[in-house]
C-alpha cells in the first residue's frame, strides 16, 4: 500500500472512532513512515516536532495505541522495557526478528513459512491461529573479533 492508502486507512480508523485527522496527528503518521526501520516513542516524538511542533508527549502515547490497532504500526517487543515500532505498509508477508545483543539493532527478516507453520501446527491442535511471532537473538560475530558492532552508523545509533 502507498503512504497515501495509508494515510486515508488511518483517516478512516479515527472516523471510526469519532477522531479526527489533526495536524499532531498527520505529522505523528508522516514522522513514522518517514522510518524505514525500529524507531521509540521518544524517537517518533523528536521527529514528528520537527515537522509540527505543537506535536506533545502525551499526543504521542494517544496516537500510537491508534496506529497499532489499525495495524498501521507494528509493535516490536524485545523483551526490553522500551517498545519499538515499524510502519506496516500493509502488503509484507510474515516477518521475523533477529536482534543483535551486541548493539540492539533489530533486523526484519521474511518469514513466509511462519504462516504456514503456525496454520498446521495450530489446526492439528484443533485451534485457529491468531497471532504469531519469531524472534531469533544473536551476537555478532565482527563485533566479538573488532570491538565494533557493523550494524552501528558513526552518529553510534544502530544503521
Ligand atoms: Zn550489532
Redesign the pocket.
Known sequence: MKIEGCRDKFRTYLASRNLRLTNQRMAIFDAAFAESSHFTAEELLDKARRLDASVSRATIYRTLPLLTESSLLREVDIGKNIKYYLANPGDQPQQAQVI?L??E?IFEISAPFMDWYGVTVATKLGLTPVSQRLQVSAH?DV?RRSGQ????TAAGK?A
Not at 558492532?149 to 552501528?152: D, E, R, V
Open positions: 543483535c551486541d548493539c539493532h555478532c563485533f558492532c557493523p550494524h552501528h544502530p
